[in-house]
């Protein structure tokens, strides 16, 4: 097989960039090693920026998201009982789309059907090469068990967090930045009606609790447990016991409730490899990054990475303008580490860390108090939960 630019990996990254290339005449190649229904069905994210939004909307690609994904223009953050609302619209002009990840799937795949681009699901033994040259490829076995080999221009590892693009490059020219957390999230899907209008973010004795949403009769609630918590051993009427704890108050503000279909535990880490490009190999994503989901910044991250990474490819391949590519790296990685400080910082803030000292946790607890009273406190945390400001966005 020949292509332009083969991408490995078709999660929302993969599967915006192929689109995005084939709006400007260029094609590509898809391979995932997951099958298409177990990527259709497995719950990630929830929260789109405006960003997002208009990258995958505007180009046609996800237009499901103005009439099935739900405006947010606010989100509060509750902290010992008490709500302070976050209005995204009066503070900075933002909101943000509840619109889940694996709908932006759907979306993204059926586009690429209707425009006829081809993506191989279900494939194994996935191996890139040649990316020092300007001949790259990457081989691997077919869903019906015929070996395979696509030759390219490009070569985008957009292939998660255990990517083997980012792992194929050699030790000596990366660095990894990374930190561990003594806590993780216990994620649940339930059967019920929403149980406030927008998502409440909150922190407790207890720890961190995170009341989201996927639809009118579906919620998705999270909250810090122990990262080798056993999520089988908790029956659903101790999930809702534990997560009514964390949002007490005086208010007497109660959680909807209902059948818990899914409880999975997810991994928590900050995770960077840097730079995002060797030769003729690209970065974008998880495959280069992974940040703690407190504040929704992953899938965002990785969208705009794609953003970026379009406008080098279409340069390179239709003016033989290398320069984008060049910057790649150094430009994603700006916004990256933007992310990677939000995403730790509302991480600390808002969890009860087991290993902080009682001076860390008041202080933390006056950090928050202070930024949540102050009208340039709350504007500082809009702007960055809806994506940061146009101007900025790099
Ligand atoms: C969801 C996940 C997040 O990490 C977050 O910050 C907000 C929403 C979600 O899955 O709905």
Redo the contacts with the bound molecule.
């Keep these: 097989l020949r292509t332009t630019v083969a991408i490995v990996g078709a999660g929302p990254a993969g599967l915006a960039l192929a689109h995005l290339l084939h709006t400007v005449g260029i094609d590509s190649i898809v391979v995932d090693n997951r099958d298409r229904e177990t990527i259709a069905t497995t719950h990630r ?3 789109l920026e405006q960003g997002s939004v208009e990258l995958l909307a505007d180009t046609g690609a996800v237009t499901r998201v103005h009439t099935h994904g739900h405006e947010h223009e606010g989100t509060v953050f509750r902290v010992d009982g008490v709500d302070h609302r976050i209005d995204f619209q009066g503070l900075v002009g933002a909101s943000v789309w ?1 619109y889940p990840q694996n709908e932006v799937f759907v979306d993204l795949a059926q586009t690429r059907d209707a425009a006829g681009g081809t993506v191989f699901y279900g494939v194994s033994d996935t191996s890139p090469a040649a990316f020092d040259t300007d001949r790259p490829h990457v081989d691997f076995t077919d869903a019906d068990g015929t070996p395979r080999r696509i030759v390219c221009d490009w070569l985008v590892g957009a292939d998660g967090s255990r990517s083997v693009c980012r792992n194929a490059i050699p030790e000596a020219e990366r660095q990894r930045f990374s930190l561990e957390y003594p806590f993780a999230w216990f994620g649940i899907l339930c059967e019920a009606p929403p149980s406030a209008p927008e ?1 409440i973010y909150s922190r407790s004795e207890r720890g961190f609790a ?1 009341i ?3 639809s009118d009769t579906v919620q ?1 609630m ?1 909250f810090q447990c122990s990262p080798d918590e056993d999520a089988s051993a908790w029956s659903d009427d101790r999930i809702f016991a534990e997560l009514q704890a964390r949002v007490d108050g005086p208010d007497g503000f109660e959680l909807t409730t209902g059948p818990v279909f899914e409880r999975t535990v997810l991994p928590f880490r900050s995770y960077v490899s840097e730079p995002m490009r060797s030769g003729r190999l690209l970065l974008a994503g998880d495959a280069a990054h992974t940040v703690p ?4 910044k992953g899938l965002n991250l990785a969208l705009q990475d794609v953003r970026v990474l379009f406008e080098a490819l279409r340069d390179a391949v239709l003016s033989g303008d290398e320069s984008g590519v060049d910057g790649y790296s150094d430009r994603a990685l700006q916004r990256v580490w933007k992310a990677q400080n939000f995403s730790y910082w509302v991480t600390s803030l808002m969890h009860r860390d087991p290993q902080a000292g009682d001076f860390e946790t008041r202080r933390r607890a006056g950090e928050l108090r202070g930024l949540l009273e102050s009208d340039h406190g709350r504007a500082y945390l809009a702007e960055a939960y809806t994506g940061w400001p146009r101007e900025s966005r790099l």
């Design positions: 994210a929830g929260i509840l998502l995170l989201s949403q996927r998705r999270y989901p407190t504040g929704a």
